[in-house]
C-alpha cells in the first residue's frame, strides 16, 4: 500500500516538474509527426526525343523503389525542353516526356493515380541558355516523390 502510494506521489511529481497537472497529462496529444522528406530524380533526353534510355529507366526503377516503400507516396512527373524550336512545340514535348516517364512509373508498380503529370516546356532551364540552343542538361524530366 505504501509502495503504491509513494509511486503515486512520485508521478505527480514527475507531472509537477513538466508543468503539468494529473488531470490534463493524458489529455495531450503529441505532436504530430513531420512529413517525409521530399526525394527528387532526373531522367534526360535526346534531343527531340521522349524514349528512355537505360540509365533513365534505371533512374525510373529506383524512383518507383522510394515511392512503393513510403505509404501514401504522391509522385510528381514534371517534362522540360531546351530552347531550340517553338515554344508551343516544346511545352507538348515537355508533356510528352513526362507522359513517357508517368508511363515507365506504372510498369514499374506505381498507381496512375499517385502520379501528377506536368509539363514546363521552355520554363524552369537547368542551365540558362539563349534562345534557339541546345542543351542536354534542359531536355530532362524530374520525379519527385513526397
Known amino acids: 500500500m505504501i509502495k503504491q502510494l509513494l509511486a503515486v506521489v512520485g508521478i505527480a511529481f514527475v507531472l509537477a516538474a513538466c508543468g503539468e497537472s494529473p488531470q490534463t497529462a493524458s489529455l495531450q496529444q503529441p505532436p504530430p509527426a513531420p512529413p517525409p522528406p521530399t526525394k527528387a530524380w532526373m531522367v534526360f533526353f535526346d534531343t527531340n526525343s521522349t524514349a528512355l534510355s537505360q540509365q533513365a529507366n534505371t533512374t525510373v526503377s529506383e524512383a518507383a523503389g522510394v515511392a512503393k516503400s513510403t ?3 504522391r509522385l510528381v512527373v514534371t517534362g522540360f525542353t531546351d530552347t531550340e524550336g517553338a515554344v508551343a512545340y516544346n511545352k507538348a514535348l515537355s508533356v510528352r516526356r513526362a507522359n ?38 534542359n531536355r530532362r524530366v524530374q520525379i519527385v516523390v513526397q
Open 100 to 137: 513517357a516517364v508517368r508511363d515507365a512509373l506504372m510498369r514499374n508498380g506505381i498507381s496512375p493515380a499517385a502520379i501528377s503529370v506536368v509539363g514546363e516546356g521552355e520554363q524552369g532551364l537547368l542551365v540558362p541558355t539563349p534562345d534557339q540552343t541546345k542543351n542536354e542538361n
Open 71 to 73: 505509404p501514401n507516396s
